[in-house]
């Protein structure tokens, strides 16, 4: 079965300064999908990263990249000199390419940037 | 105009009422999923549907049902509604992932914040 954990109820962060947000998977398929997705505090869910279970690289997106560490199943979000706009919460998720193609989320940080 | 759209956005409603949550979606996909999203739990699937004629239920489909009615509406209901149901619901949509491709997330609509008194 497919699991995505956060452990990182809340965080909070001086603006500028970079930040990582944790997420560890387990499956054991070989086909998967990671996503990272924010929500902020008008619920919307915006896709921001994705990563591929064979991507030989780490995915970027502008200010955020993804830290993939297959073997020991993490796949850390990192955005770089934050701003007061990535106040929000965070989730990580995970799609298997067998079954339903659902997305598993994990439980969420929620991010708070201080001026 | 939003590709994938709920209707109500906000709807409050008694213990033992039927409601009907709709939504459409404009970006010609097959898959469409139902979800609910309560504080501290992420988001957890309720059905999901792979064309009009496939309904499937997710991890969470007790109390709930849904309808497929065209390739781009998919209706979830709750029944008789309990307090418990209170929660943010979404819809999403994407197309099918097959081998050597690049997966796509999923496509979500803004929500709909239920309350059930």
């Known amino acids: 079965a497919q699991k995505i954990t956060q452990t990182q109820p809340g965080m909070f962060v001086q603006e500028k300064e970079a930040v990582t947000l944790d997420c560890t998977y387990d499956t054991s398929d070989p086909s998967y999908g990671l996503f990272w997705y924010k929500q902020p505090s008008s619920g919307e869910m915006i896709f921001l990263i994705y990563?591929?279970?064979?991507?030989?690289q780490n995915a970027t997106e502008g200010r955020y990249s993804l830290n993939f560490q297959k073997a020991r199943k993490s796949a850390n979000l990192v955005i770089s000199a934050s701003q007061l706009g990535d106040s929000a919460m965070y989730f990580c998720a995970m799609k298997l390419i067998q079954g339903a193609q659902k997305l598993v989320f994990g439980q969420g940080t929620r991010l708070t940037i201080n001026p | 105009d939003a590709d994938v759209t709920q209707t109500p956005r906000n709807r409050i409603t008694k213990t033992g009422k039927r409601i009907m949550l709709e939504c459409s979606q404009t970006k010609g996909h097959d898959r469409m999923y139902w979800y609910r999203q309560d504080p501290g739990l992420g988001l957890r699937l309720i059905y999901y549907?792979?064309?009009?004629?496939?309904?499937n239920k997710g991890e969470i489909s007790d109390g709930y049902s849904v309808s497929r009615q065209a390739q781009a509406k998919f209706s979830l209901s709750l029944e008789s509604a309990i307090p418990n149901q209170t929660a943010l619901y979404f819809c999403?949509?994407?197309?099918?992932?097959?081998?050597?491709?690049?997966?796509?997330?999923?496509?979500f609509g803004p929500g709909t914040r239920l309350t059930v008194l």
């Open positions: 990563q591929g279970s064979y991507d030989q």
């Open positions: 549907s792979f064309d009009v004629k496939d309904i």
């Open positions: 999403a949509t994407s197309d099918g992932w097959t081998s050597g491709a690049v997966p796509l997330g999923q496509f």
